[in-house]
């Protein structure tokens, strides 16, 4: 399997676990909605592990103390639309004080391109976190053009976050923009001939909205 500086292989037990039933054609559209944003949150644990921190002084119950929160910058999580949507509740539950844009992509189905309808992410992009989140990084066409995006309106911190990656989509993000790095619970073999992902899991799209 060809190896990429960009991408980084979230291996955890549990989430290698949820992540077969995620696959399963047997899996139901409400267990699949489950699976994707538990898989989310346990992603997003691993991907904000080295967000900067500062001191806080606090009291508690027994004495005053010195601890750590989150130093300035604010997590905005972008699902891109429709199937990235099914991941944000997961990390909203682990992070309630994120917010939230919207960036509308959807692949024509005979050219295979990213074509865009929506566009909306919270003011000054140059002073927050983003994190960038879609099931599926397939051809890379979408997650490129989502984060050029971001990039044009003064985003400088990204950090891209699928459930299940093919190598052409990761190497389309590095050659596009190598200073974003890509989460996956995994690294697929390749895309099939209709550019879905192999082994994979399907349209996620469809599935989590049972939906075509």
Not at 110 to 132: A, C, H, I, S
Request: hydrophobic share 40%; aromatic share 8%.
């Amino acid at each position: 399997m060809e190896r990429f500086e960009n991408l980084h292989l979230i291996e955890h037990a549990l989430i290698q676990h949820k992540l077969t039933y995620l696959r399963d054609i047997n899996t139901s559209k409400k267990k699949f909605r489950e699976l994707v944003e538990e898989l989310s949150m346990l992603m997003a644990y691993e991907v904000t592990k080295d967000l900067p921190l500062e001191e806080k002084e606090i009291e508690t119950p027994l004495e005053k103390m010195t601890g750590k929160v989150i130093r300035g910058k604010k997590l905005t999580v972008v699902p891109i639309l429709r199937a990235g949507l099914g991941m944000v509740d997961g990390i909203i539950n682990l992070i309630p004080s994120a917010r939230v844009g919207h960036i509308g992509l959807y692949r024509d189905h005979d050219t295979f391109k990213p074509v865009e309808y929506y566009f909306k992410v919270p003011q000054q992009p140059e002073d927050r976190d983003f994190l960038l989140v879609d099931p599926m990084l397939a051809t890379g066409g979408s997650a490129v053009a989502a984060t050029s995006y971001l990039k044009k309106i003064g985003a400088k911190a990204i950090k891209f976050l699928c459930i299940v990656a093919a190598p052409p989509g990761v190497r389309a993000m590095l050659e596009a923009h190598p200073d974003v790095p890509v989460y996956a619970a995994a690294l697929d073999r390749e895309l099939n001939d209709h550019a879905y992902i192999l082994p994979g899991l399907g349209d996620a799209g469809d599935r989590l909205f049972g939906t075509k």
